[in-house]
């Protein structure tokens, strides 16, 4: 499973764009690369999924550069109720075994 | 449409006694897996059951843990000779089929606290 890179925590404020970049170097060429939110005492709750390019759902915008090496979740206008752990995983489509790591904190204040 | 449902939401048990951790998947859903979260740590998978199968079970401790998904009722995470360091969250989740277009879906987990 490819390693991922993230950092331990973002602050912001609401209204703000919040971008989240994670590194993944050793991406294999069927990796997909998955974002999870996961709210204090919740489970992990799927936010995007993508391969390359770019892809927008209703709650964020993942853009993947050309060599696939990193990626960016970006979340628009945030409000308090982002506050949240935000989980970079990659591996195959649907892989189960994939292992999450520490995440980064979101923070949206005031 | 109800998600992937979890009892208890909160367990305590004291070293030596046994855990039972329940999930029901989603309706429509015949795969679950379960996965365990440290204090301070992501979740690691622990095992892949589909109705009355284990598919796979290298994430989970070869002694004491035990998982079932009888072809009635829900699946079954069982801890027996419960220590401390088996202190965590237990998070379920379930798929239509690995492969299917559709995500995990998790639920919101059983606390275990062995005292």
């Known amino acids: 499973l490819a390693k991922t890179t993230q950092p331990i925590s973002m602050d912001s404020y609401e209204g703000q764009e919040v971008n989240i970049t994670c590194s993944h170097n050793?991406?294999?060429?069927?990796?997909?690369i998955t974002w999870y939110q996961q709210f204090p005492s919740q489970g992990p709750r799927f936010i995007i999924q993508?391969?390359?390019t770019k892809v927008t759902n209703e709650v964020a915008s993942l853009f993947i550069p050309a060599d696939r090496k990193s990626s960016t979740l970006s979340l628009p206008r945030v409000s308090l109720s982002d506050t949240a752990v935000y989980y970079c995983?990659?591996?195959?489509?649907?892989?189960?075994?994939?292992?999450f790591g520490a995440g980064t904190t979101v923070t949206v204040r005031a | 449409n109800a998600g992937v449902m979890q009892n208890p939401r909160h367990l305590v048990r004291r070293r030596g006694q046994e855990a039972r951790l329940r999930c029901s998947p989603m309706?429509?859903?015949?795969?679950v897996y379960w996965y365990r979260q440290l204090p301070e740590e992501g979740l690691k998978f622990m095992v892949y059951?589909?109705?009355?199968?284990?598919?796979?079970e290298s994430g989970m401790p070869k002694e004491r843990f035990s998982a079932e998904f009888p072809k009635e009722g829900p699946s079954i995470l069982r801890i027996q000779q419960v220590v401390r360091g088996d202190s965590a969250a237990y998070f379920c989740?379930?798929?239509?089929?690995?492969?299917?277009?559709?995500?995990?879906?998790f639920g919101n987990g059983t606390r275990l606290t062995v005292t």
């Open positions: 989740a379930s798929s239509p089929q690995p492969g299917d277009n559709s995500p995990l879906h």
């Open positions: 050793n991406i294999a060429t069927n990796d997909y």
């Open positions: 059951l589909q109705k009355e199968n284990i598919i796979d």
């Open positions: 995983l990659v591996g195959g489509f649907n892989d189960y075994k994939l292992s």
């Open positions: 993508g391969y390359k």
């Open positions: 309706k429509g859903h015949s795969h």
